[in-house]
């Protein structure tokens, strides 16, 4: 035996628990994890709905535990498959345990929507490395989900593609030299439609995303630009800059994830073909890099990278996002919900698509605006925002 430093081989794999592993996301992290070999191992899957998905990936995978997280639709399933070593736990409780566990060292915090609020702030507690997919937590209460990781130690790394460009780009300059963020955005399915055109979209037109395939909510929000909304106010907590220093830019093919402007002038960008598992395997091997199964350019076939400007009047989704960055408090967890229930309502065929965004809106207008709000008062103004949605026409 040498007494050199153990090979990457030899040391003991870092434990990741996939939340959300049934979605897409999930899906990308477990090809991510197979590429990865023996250094990184699945602690723990969990999934909500489509469990037959999650015992067949339990039989793929072998975590040491599985984690249905509805107990009525855990009853249903048959889990006589689950291979020997991974034990089935069921519900709220069991997920926050997989999470908060001793030996998980990273949480893959990929469930979608508010939903997945709770668990994300838990790993965050429990001083976890939070590969943060779930943009949705920091949309809702972004200063304490910070304030929570300061004082815990937690590392947020971000997996939303944007996030984990301008989080890379970063590194080329020291904080405080860096001027502004400019995100871009494909401009969904309906760029060039006109307001008729939009009056007349169907659930599974805007199903189809041009650049990337994701589950539902996030397809539907890129359609109608709330994702980007969204994406304005996790960049603003994630990276406390001011909203002023955030700018989205139309990049159709989805191939330049961000841009980061340093004093200077000089612009840094991350680039790569749109494959979700690249960011997802930053987050989980930063601050390394290793070689990845996500998609190369073929740089023999050039290519161009077409940008526009992001109008306001086509998008006003956008306008939306930066109001809500400035304004903080209560505002986000308020858009979060509306958008959330609109989307739900637009996928039940009882919303049409062009008033997703007004009825959010709306919502927003009418709420009773909080600067300091608990996490006890985010929750019932999410609550009552879903509410009011159920009832707008
Ligand atoms: P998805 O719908 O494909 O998967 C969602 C996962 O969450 C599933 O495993 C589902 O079982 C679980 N889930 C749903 N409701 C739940 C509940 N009430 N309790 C516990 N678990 C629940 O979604 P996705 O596209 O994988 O997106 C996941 C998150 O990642 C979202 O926040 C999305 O905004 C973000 N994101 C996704 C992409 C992408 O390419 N798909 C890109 C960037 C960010
Ligand atoms: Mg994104």
Known sequence: MSDSAPSASQLAPKQVAVLGA????????LDVLAHLGDRFTAHSLTGHTKLERLARLAQQVRPRFVVATSPELAAAQD????????????????????????DVDIVLAAIVGRAGLESTLAAIDAGKRVALANKETLVVAGPLVMERAAESGAELIPVDSEH??????????RRAELERVVLT?????????????????????????????????????????MNKALEIIEARWLFDLSPDQIDVVI???????????????????QLSPPDMRLPIQYALTYP?????????????????????????DRFPALELGTQVARRGGTAGAVLNAANEAAVTRF???????HQIVPACRSVLTHHTFD??????????????????????K
């Open 22 to 29: 049934t979605g897409s996301i999930g899906q990308s992290t």
């Open 79 to 102: 889990w006589s498959d689950l291979p020997a070593g991974t034990e089935l736990r069921v519900g709220r409780q069991a997920l926050l345990e997989s999470v908060t566990a001793l």
């Open 164 to 173: 984990s460009a301008i989080f890379q780009a970063m590194q080329a300059g």
């Open 185 to 225: 955005a494909s401009g969904g399915p309906f760029r060039h439609h006109t307001p008729d055109q939009l009056r007349q979209v169907t659930v599974e037109e805007a199903l189809r995303h041009p650049t990337w395939e994701m589950g539902k909510k996030i397809t539907v929000d890129s359609a109608t630009m």
């Open 251 to 269: 990049h159709p093919t989805s191939v330049i994830h961000s841009f980061v402007e340093f004093t200077d002038g000089s612009v840094m960008a």
């Open 288 to 312: 390394e890099r290793l070689p990845s199964p996500a998609a190369r350019f073929d740089w023999s076939k050039g290519g161009t990278f077409e940008l526009e400007p992001a109008d306001p």
């Open 347 to 353: 996928l039940a065929g009882s919303l049409h698509f």
């Open 371 to 392: 600067a300091h709000p608990t996490l006890e008062d985010l929750i019932r103004l999410d609550q009552w925002a879903r509410q009011e949605i159920q009832t707008w």
